[in-house]
């Protein structure tokens, strides 16, 4: 990204091609998560290749099965399978909108964020990682 | 591209004088400006790219603990801009790019591979799944 784009107004038409595109996939991915069950027995998609090789769920796991939840507007369920991914919610949101607006040909200034902000996500996610593969109650409750 | 103040003909952005009137364009030395093409060559702290969100979405998303150490490049990045230190930033950033590349990559080639797996097994008709 080159000085000019702090100045400009308008985004380019790289820019809204690429914004265009994630949005179009996005929304598709969404169309094929909310329509295909991943919990179901012939669900079509992979297990999670560090879940099959190690026996142990990853930060991500149930990540599928939560978004299909939360598209049929089951939040509850979307927690048990993978609460992190309901918390990624608002950000998804931010950057879906974000794009939108840039796929629309305004210029949106990149996002600031607090210093700490990187560190704070490293030990949620860790957290959340270290206490689901605990096989008790009630660190059982986030695991996939 | 330069515009001649003169004629306003369009010449080179090299251009010393104007190609239409002879306008002399540029003052030597070039009076130093911000650059109007490329990457910057001095970054401010609000320029240096973070990759925070690019790494929450490989490593929640896409099921991929090779996420977590894009995680950590991000953090570190972003803690350096703070305390000043823009070419270490940089760095950590460029990095925190590559792990989530790798996550991205690695998740796409399982994705694909089992897409492409399946998709056999039920042409050939012959395997049976057991769940």
């Known amino acids: 990204m080159s000085h000019s784009h702090a100045l400009s107004v308008h985004a380019s038409v790289t820019e809204r091609l690429g914004h265009g595109l994630l949005l179009a996939g996005a929304a598709g991915s969404c169309l094929l998560m909310y329509s295909i069950d991943p919990a179901a027995d012939d669900s079509p998609y992979p297990v999670c290749p560090f879940l099959a090789l190690t026996g142990v769920p990853c930060p991500g796991c149930g990540s599928l099965r939560a978004t299909n939840r939360l598209l049929h507007g089951d ?60 096989p008790a109650e009630p660190f059982s409750a986030l695991a996939p | 591209m330069i515009t001649c103040p003169n004629c306003g003909h369009v010449n080179d952005s090299n251009a010393f004088r104007c190609t239409n009137c002879d306008t002399v364009l540029q003052q030597a030395p070039a009076a130093p400006g911000p650059p109007t093409g490329g990457p910057p060559t001095y970054w401010t702290p609000a320029q240096v790219p973070n990759y925070l969100a690019q790494a929450i979405i490989v490593t929640i ?15 570190q990045s972003m803690s350096k801009v703070g305390s000043g230190d823009i070419a270490g930033a940089l760095e950590s950033a460029q990095k925190a790019k590559t792990w989530c590349w790798v996550a991205f990559g690695i998740g796409a080639v399982v994705m694909v591979g089992y897409v492409l797996f399946f998709v056999l097994a039920m042409s050939a008709g012959t395997m049976t799944f057991e769940g």
């Open chain 1, 75 to 134: 939040v509850g369920a979307a927690l048990g399978y993978n609460a992190l991914l309901v918390l990624t919610v608002p950000m998804l949101a931010y950057i879906a909108v974000r794009s939108f607006r840039i796929a629309s040909g305004h210029h949106v200034p990149r996002a600031t964020m607090p210093r700490w902000a990187g560190y704070t996500v490293l030990g949620v996610v860790l957290l959340f990682w270290l206490l689901r593969v605990i």
């Open chain 2, 61 to 75: 998303l896409c099921c991929m603990p090779a996420g977590i150490p894009a995680i950590v490049f991000a953090a």
